[in-house]
């Protein structure tokens, strides 16, 4: 099943999930060599809407990749606006304009359908390395993990080298693994919708659309994050507010549900009345029901393993979801890479890939959590110390934008890398 030469073996690599986290996969571990095979539940690749920012932690990445981020058609972010939930008067502002000069790198918002598209055609089109294949209607049954073995519920069987379970919060293949979730409900909830630029105008408020900003009115636990995304021509709304006894009881995660302006509106009483006329005309409104994951004690065994919302599954408080999925898949290309000989050794190389991205994706879990319940955790302003706004639950425990943007995972893995190898249990 593989082709060795020396100690690089090409590896038959299944991607179960063609989210975001599968796609970044497959374009990492295609780039490093390896045959990518992607296996889609769905009859179709479903693009959910309303809006990603990602920070240069996942844009630099995309770069390495040689991505067409033009596909993706992003706004660039410029700013983070902390405005006055009521009168919707300015609080505070945070500028990144120097954050490309800084980082190397663009804060970008994309709409996630120009994201998921931008993605697939990096993974199966033309580029470096054998194009990844994509494969419709393959929902994971059953796994046998000795073997590399999928089952899927069309009857397919599939043997692989590698299977790396992309397959999202409701993941087959972390059930496979022996992993039991351990989760509760979120303090609040949420609903997402969009509006068109062109309609913010005809509305009598230019000042509000293209703008390149996050911006955020109130604070805690009920809060509103507006900002622009497919090339300034949509806005994005995300609403948080406490979870109430009247809020469904629903077990699901899901954010494809329907909602209505009513419900959008119920818990925002007092609110900017610019605000309120732009969710009165809003689209595509969603709820999105939130619950906080404990960590998990492992992500992989022997030749399968885990990343994205299947491993880390985040509160959305800090814009590290996508961004943390992106860090998980570049490990996996770097560690399989014919820089090391991991591809010979994949136990070992999944064992390192855990110690690499666990700690890490971990502790953003928990400052998401924290950012949840107060907007000085979040990145950027975590680190705004002279604000009359900051406040954080521990200077030693927050979140910074120094540490996010200013991580070398390929100096990491390389410190890393002989003593995995040598010892792979």
């Not at 999928?150 to 590698?162: G, L, P, S, W």
């Not at 379970?165 to 919708?193: F, N």
């Not at 927050?398 to 070398?408: S, V």
Request: proline share 4%; glycine share 8%; charged share 25%.
């Amino acid at each position: 099943m593989t082709i060795t030469a020396d100690k690089f073996c090409r590896l038959n690599v299944a991607v179960i999930g063609g989210g975001i986290g599968g796609l970044a996969s497959a374009i990492a571990l295609r780039r490093s060599g390896h045959v990518v095979t992607i296996y889609e539940q769905c009859y179709q690749i479903r693009d959910a809407g309303a809006s990603i920012s990602f920070p240069a932690n996942g844009t630099k990445w995309l770069d390495e990749w040689g991505v067409d981020i033009t596909l993706g058609k992003p706004t660039s972010i410029q700013k983070q606006i902390r405005h006055d939930l009521e009168t919707g008067d300015v609080q505070d502002v945070l500028e990144i304009s120097n954050y490309t000069e800084r980082w190397g790198y663009e804060h970008y918002n994309f709409y996630r359908k120009d994201m998921h598209r931008m993605l697939l055609e990096a993974a199966i089109g033309p580029g470096e390395g054998k194009p990844a294949t994509l494969k419709l209607d393959h929902s994971c049954k059953t796994l046998d993990l000795e073997k590399g073995s999928i089952t899927f519920r069309n009857e397919t069987t599939v043997q692989h080298d590698i299977i790396i379970g992309a397959d999202g919060i409701g993941s087959s293949v972390r059930q496979a693994l022996g992993i039991v979730p351990e989760r509760r409900r979120a303090t609040s909830t949420c609903y997402h919708c969009v509006i068109r630029a062109i309609e913010v105008h005809r509305l009598g408020f230019p000042e509000m659309a293209g703008n390149s900003a996050l911006e955020y009115w109130g604070q805690g636990l009920q809060k509103i994050v507006y900002s622009a995304c497919r090339s300034g021509d949509i806005q994005s709304f995300y609403l948080f507010f406490p979870l109430s006894s009247t809020d469904s009881e629903q077990d699901t995660e899901s954010w494809d549900g329907g909602g209505t302006h009513e419900e959008l509106l119920r818990s925002f009483p007092k609110l900017d009345p610019r605000l309120r006329t732009l969710l009165s005309h809003s689209v595509d409104i969603h709820p999105w029901r939130l619950f906080e994951h404990l960590p998990y004690a492992r992500w992989q065994w022997d030749r399968t393993c885990i990343m994205g919302d299947a491993a880390h599954p985040m509160l959305p408080d800090q814009s590290q979801g996508a961004c943390q999925a992106i860090e998980d898949a570049a490990a996996l290309g770097i560690i399989f890479s014919q820089e090391y000989s991991f591809s010979s050794n994949i136990s070992a190389g999944l064992q390192l890939y855990e110690n690499i991205r666990k700690p890490r994706a971990t502790k953003v879990q928990a400052a998401s959590a924290r950012a949840r319940k107060n907007l000085s955790e979040r990145i950027g302003f975590s680190s705004q110390l002279n604000s009359k706004l900051y406040s954080v639950e521990s200077e030693n425990e927050k979140l910074t934008i120094e540490e996010i943007n200013g991580y070398n995972m390929k100096e990491h893995i390389a410190s890393q890398a002989n003593v995995a190898y040598r010892n792979p249990g």
